[in-house]
Each structure stands twice: as structure tokens, then as C-alpha cells.
């Protein structure tokens, strides 16, 4: 076979690389949290409490209860997590110091582990009190959709699947 435009060698891989390349600038993201705040992101939410609100045959007043509790949750849960990323970097700045001071990072690190318990804490408290706004059957009902979304959630996390959507 002869080639009569040699040209077109290596223009048409080219093209073909110039399209490929720019459709990942299409795509691409500004750096930072694209979740956080977005729109997606809370209409994504709304939808997820609107259909567990359905699936439990919560009342209003239970819904307003859940509604106040959710957002009591949120912001301790911010302020923890504060709280938390400030004594990890202050740890590893700590750490990267040339002289070691091993009493600081000795109360860093039990500072550390002592928002994580607050963590917990706070997580298991916040169960209780949801146990106490739902019905037994509804809290049971509660739990098995909570362990059915972790498990999706962890599904779309590992990073050994390429699927993700």
C-alpha cells in the first residue's frame, strides 16, 4: 500500500491525541472540596431524607424533631473535625521539627486521641437520641437502611474498583 500523504502519518494521531487531552480539561475540577456546598450535594441529601422519611412513616412532628437534631449533629461534628485537623497538623509540624520535643508531642498525641473519643462519643449519643425519636420498629428499620448505605457507600469507595460511578 502506498502512502501518498505522508503528512497524514502524523496528523491524524495527532488529532486524535489533541482530543483526547482536551477532553480531560473539559472535565477537569478547580482544586478544593467540589462537595462542599454544592448544590448536588444538598439536593442529593434532600432526595436520601425524603425517601427515609417515606420508609419509615415518620410524623411531622418527628420530622421536625430529626430536622433539629440533624443539624445540632452537623455543626458539633464540623467543630470536632476542626478541632481534629488542627492538632494532626500541629502534630506534624511537631514532627518535622529538627529537635524533638517529646512532651509536646506526647500531649498533642493524647489531644488527639482525646477529640477522637469525643468523636465517638458524640456519634453514640447522637444514635441514642434518634433511638428516642423513632418507634422501635422504625429505629430497627432505621438501622438496616443505615447499614444498607454504608455498604454502598464502601462499595464506591474501594479504590481497586474502576467502575465507580
Known amino acids: 500500500m502506498k502512502i501518498r500523504h505522508r ?3 502524523y496528523l491524524v494521531p495527532a488529532a486524535m491525541m489533541a482530543v483526547i487531552l482536551s477532553a480531560s480539561l473539559v472535565f477537569s475540577q478547580p482544586p478544593g472540596d467540589r462537595w462542599q456546598g454544592s448544590e448536588v450535594r444538598k439536593e442529593r ?3 436520601r431524607m425524603q425517601v427515609m422519611e417515606e420508609r419509615l412513616g ?10 433539629v437534631h440533624r443539624e ?3 455543626g458539633a461534628a464540623k467543630e470536632l473535625r476542626t478541632r481534629l485537623r488542627e492538632t494532626r497538623k500541629a502534630l506534624k509540624a511537631e514532627l518535622t521539627e529538627t529537635k524533638l520535643d517529646n512532651e509536646t508531642i506526647d500531649l498533642l498525641q493524647g489531644e488527639l486521641k482525646a477529640v477522637q473519643a469525643q468523636m465517638a462519643d ?12 423513632l418507634t ?10 443505615k ?4 455498604r454502598h457507600q464502601k462499595r464506591n469507595c474501594d479504590p481497586n474498583r474502576w467502575d465507580r460511578q
Open 136 to 145: 422501635p420498629d422504625q429505629f430497627s428499620e432505621f438501622m438496616a437502611l
Open 58 to 67: 415518620l410524623n411531622d412532628a418527628q420530622k421536625e424533631l430529626l430536622a
Open 45 to 47: 441529601m434532600a432526595y
Open 122 to 133: 458524640q456519634r453514640l449519643a447522637g444514635v441514642l437520641e434518634v433511638r428516642g425519636i
Open 147 to 150: 447499614g444498607k448505605h454504608k
Open 72 to 74: 445540632k449533629q452537623r
Open 7 to 9: 503528512r497524514a502519518i
